[in-house]
């Protein structure tokens, strides 16, 4: 595990982006797993400054996307689909054939998950996953207890969560979907690097609890521990517990 301090967001994000810069200069066809979410708009705002200056090229990568809500259409502006295209692919030159997503609006959950692990196995794997992390430690849609050993699967999302993304549905509950697809910890570990984002003082206690304490699936992240190539790259006031 290694961990780089960053001054504050912008600069978290600037040094974020250029690891994933790097993979990509290093390997131009290199596959990219791709997290949503407050933590990464910076580093994608970074790529977009650089590939806009003609400093990086996407036009051979493969993106794969953490996750999706099961039940919104790819055009609902909450939908992941929707966040990674205003946020990043709009904005650069990925390949609209190289862009993978799960399939939220395939109400067959089974069939969803079996056809995006088969995705992630064509592409070859993911060369490079970017994570945030939750309050509680969630990675992905990965809630606390969840096996360490699955694959892309369908979640219940956690009372937790629910509210936590209210703000997102105009703070109407019962707009918020209630399950998810999700890569699941196993993919995450079968990815090559590893690269999480965190930010803020209330990000501090989880960053602690996930990396300084024992692993477990009540913190989900805490597994990142074994990872062989895992970065974590926080400002200040994330790791001022560390």
């Not at 806009?52 to 039940?71: A, C, H, M, P, Q």
């Not at 390949?95 to 993978?100: A, L, N, S, W």
């Not at 992390?133 to 992905?140: A, K």
């Not at 703000?167 to 995450?188: C, H, S, W």
Request: hydrophobic fraction near 40%; aromatic fraction near 10%.
């Amino acid at each position: 595990m290694k961990i780089i301090r960053a001054k504050d967001y912008k600069d978290m994000s600037r040094k974020a982006a250029n690891i994933i810069s790097a993979q990509v200069i290093m390997k131009p066809y290199a596959v990219l797993g791709l997290a949503t979410g407050s933590s990464p708009v910076g580093t994608y705002a970074q790529l977009i400054d650089w590939y806009n200056k003609g400093d990086i090229d996407f036009s051979e990568v493969t993106t794969i996307n953490l996750d999706e809500y099961r039940g919104l259409p790819r055009e609902h502006d909450q939908s992941y689909w929707y966040f990674m295209h205003k946020n990043f692919f709009d904005s650069v030159n990925v390949q609209p054939d190289r862009i993978f997503v799960p399939d939220g609006s395939n109400p067959d959950a089974a069939e969803a998950c079996r056809e995006y692990d088969a995705i992630i196995q064509r592409a070859g794997g993911i060369d490079l996953q970017l994570l945030g992390i939750g309050h509680d430690g969630h990675i992905g849609f990965n809630e606390p207890g969840a096996a360490f050993e699955l694959g892309t699967h369908c979640v219940d999302l956690t009372k937790e969560t629910i509210e936590a993304n209210k703000r997102f549905f105009n703070n109407d509950e019962t707009l918020v979907p209630r399950q998810a697809y999700t890569m699941g910890i196993k993919t995450i570990m079968q990815a090559r690097k590893v690269l999480m984002v965190a930010s803020g003082a209330d990000k501090a206690q989880i960053i602690k609890k996930a990396f300084f304490g024992p692993v477990t699936p009540e913190v989900p992240a805490s597994i990142l521990q074994m990872h062989p190539d895992f970065i974590l790259v926080g400002d200040q006031d994330a790791l001022s517990l560390i």
